[in-house]
């Protein structure tokens, strides 16, 4: 039998029982579209979170206090010792490595600011003129934080766009006085950057001299040391450079945790990578099913078909030659729906970007594996019924005794 | 050309063994025209079911055209069938999806024949049965007369040497039953092995050549 014939023969069959086929098409539609929706939506995520850590800044290198792996537990805390906190001598320290291009002091907490009877909690954020450097940042309006000494105090501030024009909605907010508890600070800048950062929105942002927020909140320690390389080669040389500059300053203990971006980068790559897969493995369970039902749809044709099985072994067809007919429709069935399901999938998803703030898109790999997976489907739980329909004895069949 | 030398087909039943044919020796020429008749339970559609290859005797052997036949495999018994055994059915076994033309095409599209072949064998064999003018026609627009035809077209298109009809005019009227079975006769008039299964004694009485059957035996072998 000839390849187009044999096609032609399984759709007219196909055609013949319409609820029956698209029953089928269907079920393997929809396996295939929740392959390529769910993939779509770990693959989103992936791209994200990775554009997210990239508007980090470049080349950035993050010291933490605590001696802690990223996914490790701390031992100073099952060892029962309080790792050494981090100071701005430290982070002073780290200025003089050959390869650190800029470092920036990091004093974080929540603050409730106001401005007459305007009044907003807020992340605060100490740090030094040198930040807006490490993290590209710029101001859009008047000046960066002042050019001082690190233990410095000075009652200016730079807020974010939205601080500004919530608590100043009047005229420009540079120039007027805001308080922060007990203390009043004058806008001197409002940051530019339209970046978020993890965890939180820049344009939510007050920023104070790194001293003033030690001050603030009564602590001589530091949150983060933000640091940048010069160059993306110098960033594992300056990473090891850091961590012995404040071993030497820590009486020969290592007990911070040195973080590079791409380090971070590269952990949740794999992190959403893995769920990604994950995901597609749930979505493939709806194709096993899809499958089944194709089975039993098939047997179902099978029993409904005996008489023309038998007819086709009168004429002649060898025993191959009906299963490959029987595997055909199952086959072009699944092929068929699987494509349909891509329409589907590729369509919601195209709705989701629209929607979600990121960019659903389903990798090749999981649409490739949606539909191959779809005809493997259609081609194993095709094969037993099409091999009961080459087994049937054609004498039964044809007198109906079948 | 056919040779049935102590061919046996028994049946379990339950407990009980049916003897559906018990030692049949038979001997056709080419070109004969035989009636195999009998009561229902006779064996002679077991007899034509062998003789088409649709069923393996118990017992004995079966050389058609000179080949042992009752040794063959699955496939070299579907290539028997294919290129030497027609079938006619006393419900015509038309694929009712397929157009009448179609229907005579599917022995030539299982056996891989170009379509434009099989397109212009099976207008002409339909034009022979005088359908030329319902060939687009599904099954279930034609009389039962029109399949009949239709299913003599479809049997002949592999020219085969041997026709084999289990009851061809068991469900139909007189009148066309008449006109399958003149078709029929003048297939075999010019030369193909008829062999028609029927317990009714007029069609009988056409055939050259009577065999009448009980019990799995042939009771009688009457040659006009």
């Given at each position: 039998?000839?390849?187009?014939?044999?096609?032609?023969?399984?759709?007219?069959?196909?055609?013949?029982?319409?609820?029956?086929?698209?029953?089928?098409?269907?079920?393997?539609?929809?396996?295939?579209?929740?392959?390529?929706?769910?993939?779509?939506?770990?693959?989103?995520?992936?791209?994200?979170?990775?554009?997210?850590?990239?508007?980090?800044?470049?080349?950035?290198?993050?010291?933490?206090p605590?001696?802690?792996?990223?996914?490790?537990?701390?031992?100073g805390?099952?060892?029962?010792?309080?790792?050494?906190?981090?100071?701005?001598?430290?982070?002073?320290?780290?200025?003089?490595?050959?390869?650190?291009?800029?470092?920036?002091?990091?004093?974080?907490?929540?603050?409730?600011?106001?401005?007459?009877?305007?009044?907003?909690?807020?992340?605060?954020?100490?740090?030094?003129?040198?930040?807006?450097?490490?993290?590209?940042?710029?101001?859009?309006?008047?000046?960066m934080?002042?050019?001082?000494?690190?233990?410095?105090?000075?009652?200016?501030c730079?807020?974010?766009?939205?601080?500004?024009?919530?608590?100043?909605?009047?005229?420009?907010?540079?120039?007027?006085?805001?308080?922060?508890?007990?203390?009043r600070?004058?806008?001197?800048?409002?940051?530019?950057?339209?970046?978020?950062?993890?965890g939180?929105?820049?344009?939510?942002?007050?920023l104070?001299p790194?001293?003033?927020?030690q001050?603030?909140?009564n602590?001589?320690?530091?949150?983060?040391i933000?640091?940048?390389?010069?160059?993306?080669?110098?960033?594992?040389?300056?990473?090891?450079?850091?961590?012995?500059?404040?071993?030497?300053?820590?009486q020969?203990?290592?007990?911070?945790?040195?973080?590079?971006?791409?380090?971070l980068?590269?952990?949740?790559?794999?992190?959403f990578?893995?769920?990604?897969?994950?995901?597609?493995?749930?979505?493939?369970?709806?194709?096993?099913?899809?499958?089944?039902?194709?089975?039993?749809?098939?047997?179902?044709?099978?029993?409904?078909?005996?008489?023309?099985?038998?007819?086709?072994?009168?004429?002649?067809?060898?025993?191959?030659?009906?299963?490959?007919?029987?595997?055909?429709?199952?086959v072009?069935?699944?092929?068929?729906?699987?494509?349909?399901?891509?329409?589907?999938?590729?369509?919601i998803?195209?709705?989701?970007?629209?929607?979600?703030?990121?960019?659903?898109?389903?990798?090749?790999?999981?649409?490739?594996?949606?539909?191959?997976?779809?005809?493997?489907?259609?081609?194993?739980?095709?094969?037993?019924?099409a091999?009961?329909?080459?087994?049937l004895?054609?004498?039964?069949?044809?007198?109906?005794?079948? | 050309?056919?040779?049935?030398?102590?061919?046996?087909?028994?049946?379990?039943?339950?407990?009980?063994?049916?003897?559906?044919?018990?030692?049949?020796?038979?001997?056709?020429?080419?070109?004969?025209?035989?009636?195999?008749?009998?009561?229902?339970?006779?064996?002679?559609?077991?007899?034509?079911?062998?003789?088409?290859?649709?069923?393996?005797?118990?017992?004995?052997?079966?050389?058609?055209?000179?080949?042992?036949?009752?040794?063959?495999?699955?496939?070299?018994?579907?290539?028997?069938?294919?290129?030497?055994?027609?079938?006619?059915?006393?419900?015509?076994?038309?694929?009712?999806?397929?157009?009448?033309l179609?229907?005579?095409?599917?022995?030539?599209?299982l056996?891989?024949?170009?379509?434009?072949?099989?397109?212009?064998?099976?207008?002409?064999?339909?034009?022979?049965?005088?359908?030329?003018?319902?060939?687009?026609?599904?099954?279930?627009?034609?009389?039962?007369g029109?399949?009949?035809?239709?299913?003599?077209?479809?049997?002949?298109?592999?020219?085969?040497?041997?026709?084999?009809?289990?009851?061809?005019?068991?469900?139909?009227?007189?009148?066309?039953?008449?006109?399958?079975?003149?078709?029929?006769?003048?297939?075999?008039?010019?030369g193909?092995?008829?062999?028609?299964?029927t317990?009714?004694?007029?069609?009988?009485?056409?055939?050259?050549?009577?065999?009448?059957?009980?019990d799995?035996?042939v009771?009688?072998d009457v040659?006009?």
């Amino acid at each position: 039998m000839r390849a187009a014939d044999l096609l032609a023969f399984a759709t007219q069959s196909l055609l013949r029982a319409r609820m029956r086929s698209s029953m089928m098409l269907l079920a393997m539609a929809i396996g295939v579209a929740a392959v390529v929706m769910l993939t779509a939506l770990g693959e989103g995520a992936r791209r994200y979170v990775t554009s997210e850590f990239s508007s980090l800044g470049t080349n950035l290198i993050i010291v933490l206090p605590g001696r802690t792996e990223t996914g490790g537990i701390n031992p100073g805390v099952l060892g029962g010792d309080t790792p050494r906190d981090l100071t701005l001598a430290d982070a002073e320290s780290l200025l003089r490595i050959p390869t650190v291009a800029q470092a920036a002091p990091l004093v974080v907490g929540q603050a409730t600011v106001s401005s007459g009877r305007r009044e907003r909690d807020t992340l605060l954020m100490g740090s030094t003129r040198t930040l807006f450097e490490v993290r590209s940042w710029g101001v859009k309006q008047g000046e960066m934080l002042p050019a001082i000494g690190w233990d410095q105090t000075a009652s200016v501030c730079v807020v974010g766009g939205k601080i500004a024009r919530e608590l100043f909605p009047e005229g420009s907010a540079v120039g007027q006085w805001l308080r922060v508890g007990e203390r009043r600070f004058r806008v001197i800048g409002i940051i530019s950057s339209e970046g978020r950062s993890i965890g939180f929105d820049v344009q939510e942002l007050v920023l104070v001299p790194v001293a003033t927020a030690q001050a603030i909140y009564n602590r001589t320690t530091l949150f983060r040391i933000l640091a940048q390389a010069r160059s993306p080669e110098d960033i594992q040389r300056t990473r090891t450079a850091i961590i012995e500059t404040l071993k030497g300053r820590h009486q020969g203990v290592e007990d911070v945790t040195v973080i590079t971006q791409d380090a971070l980068l590269s952990t949740f790559n794999s992190i959403f990578t893995v769920l990604t897969l994950a995901l597609g493995a749930i979505a493939t369970i709806s194709l096993l099913v899809a499958g089944v039902l194709v089975m039993n749809v098939m047997l179902v044709a099978v029993s409904q078909r005996t008489a023309e099985i038998g007819l086709m072994k009168a004429l002649g067809a060898r025993p191959r030659q009906i299963t490959s007919l029987f595997l055909t429709e199952a086959v072009l069935l699944a092929l068929l729906g699987s494509l349909i399901g891509l329409a589907i999938g590729e369509l919601i998803t195209w709705v989701a970007r629209q929607v979600l703030p990121f960019q659903a898109v389903a990798p090749t790999w999981a649409v490739v594996f949606g539909i191959v997976v779809a005809i493997i489907c259609g081609l194993v739980f095709g094969i037993l019924p099409a091999r009961r329909a080459a087994r049937l004895d054609p004498v039964l069949a044809l007198a109906g005794r079948l | 050309m056919i040779e049935l030398r102590h061919i046996s087909r028994f049946f379990q039943v339950g407990e009980q063994t049916v003897h559906a044919l018990d030692d049949v020796d038979l001997s056709i020429d080419t070109g004969e025209y035989v009636a195999v008749m009998g009561p229902s339970g006779s064996g002679k559609s077991t007899l034509l079911n062998i003789l088409g290859l649709l069923d393996k005797p118990t017992g004995g052997s079966y050389v058609l055209d000179g080949t042992d036949t009752t040794h063959l495999d699955a496939d070299a018994q579907a290539r028997v069938r294919a290129e030497k055994v027609g079938f006619i059915f006393q419900i015509f076994h038309l694929v009712a999806r397929l157009t009448a033309l179609e229907n005579v095409e599917l022995p030539m599209v299982l056996a891989g024949r170009s379509s434009a072949e099989r397109r212009a064998r099976a207008r002409e064999l339909l034009t022979g049965v005088g359908l030329a003018d319902r060939m687009d026609h599904r099954p279930d627009q034609l009389s039962g007369g029109q399949r009949q035809r239709v299913a003599i077209a479809r049997a002949m298109i592999m020219k085969p040497a041997l026709l084999l009809a289990d009851e061809p005019t068991g469900n139909l009227d007189t009148a066309s039953g008449t006109d399958v079975l003149e078709v029929l006769e003048r297939l075999n008039a010019e030369g193909l092995t008829l062999i028609v299964v029927t317990h009714d004694p007029q069609i009988g009485a056409r055939a050259r050549r009577r065999i009448s059957m009980r019990d799995g035996k042939v009771l009688e072998d009457v040659r006009r």
